[in-house]
């Protein structure tokens, strides 16, 4: 019914304006009494629980960054049966982000292409409304990034900023160094600002006593050559583990005529195109970590085998993002059952 009639009617408005209006009809929906009970029917999943970083998450299906920038839907994601789910990106002060549009669709190829820039309120509302969430049974993962006039050399400040101020709210956290549409952020991949990076994380003050899992959030379009030291730094700073992978700069093999995805620009493609760059990172990552991190898998699951892809390269969790914009909320019962 999603992809027949629903769909075609959010489709039918620009891709952040769908996104608004889909979330404020879940709301209405899920304030009707009764309604939350039958869409968790409906719709949640039987996956089962997995153990990571000595979390436990009620099933391995998250859903990524980017979806709720600012914790405003978090018990509407819950309802619809999420084991987990990441807000964010979150930068210490609020920006606007990138000039609209900057969201756009592929149809042709299940895809996104995104230039958002780290548009949010800022890390201090993110915590305002955490407060006022009085009893969540889904994961959050705080995802943290910098400002976009904070200099690279200065990046460190703005991580620990984000990471000192939601660590009571959130269960874990992704370090964002991977966006394409933040000028230079990229950078921080490198070895030398990833340790100054991770190490004021873990410097907070020695993780607030209580140590929460850190994840680090890499590129599809790192050469193969980066990732062993990627891993040293990661396992140097003990992570619980590394999410492969961000959205791909990279236009090869779509199937949308080049004049189109010229006139589109720059920015991030998601979706079906990236899947499989994104589990090749997932198998090697594996591989380099020999079990000593999780591997989490994001990169255009858009229906089971997709899932199983990631599972067959030995990902312990797995993100959606563009395939539950094209698939529904009935993709999370095709995924796990």
């Known amino acids: 019914m999603y992809r027949i009639f629903i769909r075609p009617f959010f489709f039918l408005f620009p891709p952040e304006t ?3 209006l889909a979330m404020r009809l879940l709301h209405l929906v899920l304030v009707i009494p009764g309604m939350k009970s039958l869409i968790k029917r ?6 089962q629980p997995v153990q990571v970083g000595g979390l436990s998450f009620k099933n391995p299906l998250g859903l ?3 979806f ?6 978090v018990a509407e994601i819950e309802a619809l049966g999420f084991g987990f789910m990441e807000i964010g990106t979150v930068t210490p002060r609020p920006q ?3 000039p609209k549009p900057r969201l756009f669709r592929l149809k042709r190829d299940s895809a996104l292409i995104n230039r958002m820039g780290f548009n949010n309120d800022g890390v201090d ?18 995802n943290i990034g910098k400002n976009k006039d904070t200099p690279n050399d200065r990046a460190a400040e703005d991580y620990r900023i984000c990471f000192e101020k939601l660590y009571p709210y959130v269960d874990f956290f992704v370090v964002n160094v991977s966006s394409p549409n933040t000028p230079n952020l990229r950078a921080l991949q490198d070895v030398d600002s990833l340790h100054k990076i991770l190490g004021a994380l873990q410097e907070e003050p020695r993780q607030q006593s209580s140590p929460k899992p850190i994840f680090l959030k890499i590129s599809p379009d790192l050469h193969p050559d980066a990732l062993p030291g990627i891993v040293e730094v990661c396992r140097a700073h003990h992570l619980t ?3 492969a992978t961000n959205t791909t700069v990279s236009r090869e093999g779509l199937r949308t005529p080049p004049p189109e995805v010229e006139r589109i620009g ?3 493609l998601s979706g079906a195109p990236v899947h499989p760059t994104s589990v090749t990172v997932v198998k090697e990552l594996v591989q380099l970590t020999k079990g000593d991190m999780a591997v989490i898998g994001v990169g255009g699951i858009h229906g089971r085998p997709d899932l199983e892809d990631f599972k067959a390269a030995g990902a312990a969790l797995f993100e959606v993002f563009t395939g539950f914009i094209y698939e529904g909320p009935g993709l999370l019962k095709r995924l796990l059952g």
């Open 18 to 20: 769908a996104h608004r």
């Open 42 to 47: 409906i719709y949640a999943p039987c996956g």
């Open 64 to 66: 990524a960054a980017g």
């Open 68 to 73: 709720d920038k600012d914790a405003k839907y």
């Open 96 to 98: 606007a982000g990138n």
């Open 125 to 142: 509302k993110m915590v305002d409304r955490l407060k006022r969430i009085e009893k969540r049974n889904m994961l959050l993962g705080g």
């Open 241 to 243: 583990g590394i999410i």
């Open 266 to 268: 720059a920015g991030g």
